[in-house]
C-alpha cells in the first residue's frame, strides 16, 4: 500500500527567505507525485507533477520538486517566497494501474509573515 | 479550470436526514471522485468511478454511496448524515496523464 507523510504541520518563514517543505512517500511500485496548493477557502490548484525524466521539477509561481527515488522524497521548494504564498501544501501519489487514485499527505501550512 | 461545478456550495442539514452533493464535468473524462478534507487528514477519498454505472470505494466509504448514470454527472448521497460527516467535500476528475482537477467543494455541517 502507498502512504504519504508531509513531515510539517506548520512552517512559518519570513517573506523573501527560501522554504523547504517535507514530503516522503511509502511505495512497492513505481509512483507519480504532485504538489497541489489551497489558498484559504478554496479548492485545490495543482502546483506541478513529476511523472517521469528529469527528477527536477519546475512549477507554477517559482515552485520547484526534486524526486529522489533512493530516499523516497519529493520536497517542495522555493528560493523566495512572498505573502501571497501563504497557503496549505499538500503532497500526493498515485500509480499505474490504480485508477489515478491519489493518496494525500496531511498538508503542511506555510505561513509567511512580512 | 477543468469545468468542475459542485452544488450545492454550503449546506447545513439535520442528523438522520439524506443529502446528495452533485458533482458536474463538462469535458467527458472518465475517472471521477469524491474527497473529504479534514483538519489533520488532508484530503481521502470516498468513492471513485471509472466509468458510468462503475464505481468503487475509497478509504472512507462508510455511510456514503455514488452513482454516476451518465459521463458528467457523479452523486454522492449521504444516506443518513451523522456530525461525523461534517466536512468539506470535493469533487475531483483525472486526465489521461494522471493529474487531478478539483471543484471548488462543497461545505458541509451537519447538525
Known amino acids: 500500500a502507498q502512504s504519504v507523510t508531509q513531515l510539517d504541520s506548520q512552517v512559518p518563514v519570513f517573506e523573501e527567505a527560501p522554504v523547504e517543505l517535507r514530503c516522503n512517500y511509502s511505495s512497492s511500485v513505481s509512483v507519480y507525485l504532485f504538489w497541489y496548493v489551497q489558498y484559504p477557502n478554496q479548492g485545490l490548484q495543482l502546483l506541478l507533477k513529476y511523472l517521469s525524466g528529469s527528477t527536477l521539477v519546475k512549477g507554477i509561481n517559482g515552485f520547484e520538486a526534486e524526486f529522489n527515488k533512493s530516499q523516497t522524497s519529493f520536497h517542495l521548494r522555493k528560493p523566495s517566497v512572498h505573502i501571497s504564498d501563504t497557503a496549505e501544501y499538500f503532497c500526493?501519489?498515485?500509480?499505474?494501474?490504480?485508477?489515478?487514485?491519489?493518496?494525500f499527505g496531511a498538508g503542511t501550512r506555510l505561513a509567511v509573515h512580512p | 479550470d477543468a469545468g468542475i461545478t459542485q452544488s450545492p456550495r454550503h449546506k447545513v442539514t439535520e442528523t438522520g436526514t439524506p443529502v446528495t452533493l452533485r458533482c458536474h464535468q463538462t469535458e467527458n473524462h472518465r475517472y471521477m471522485y469524491w474527497y473529504r478534507q479534514d483538519p489533520g487528514h488532508g484530503l481521502r477519498l470516498i468513492h471513485y468511478?471509472?466509468?458510468?454505472?462503475?464505481?468503487d470505494k475509497g478509504e472512507v466509504s462508510d455511510g456514503y454511496s455514488v452513482s454516476r448514470s451518465k459521463t458528467e454527472d457523479f452523486l454522492l448521497t449521504l444516506e443518513s448524515a451523522t456530525s461525523s460527516q461534517t466536512s468539506v467535500y470535493f469533487c475531483a476528475i483525472s486526465t489521461d496523464s494522471y493529474e487531478q482537477y478539483f471543484g471548488p467543494g462543497t461545505r458541509l455541517t451537519v447538525t
Open positions: 468511478s471509472y466509468g458510468v454505472k462503475d464505481t
Open positions: 500526493a501519489v498515485t500509480f499505474s494501474g490504480g485508477y489515478n487514485k491519489l493518496i
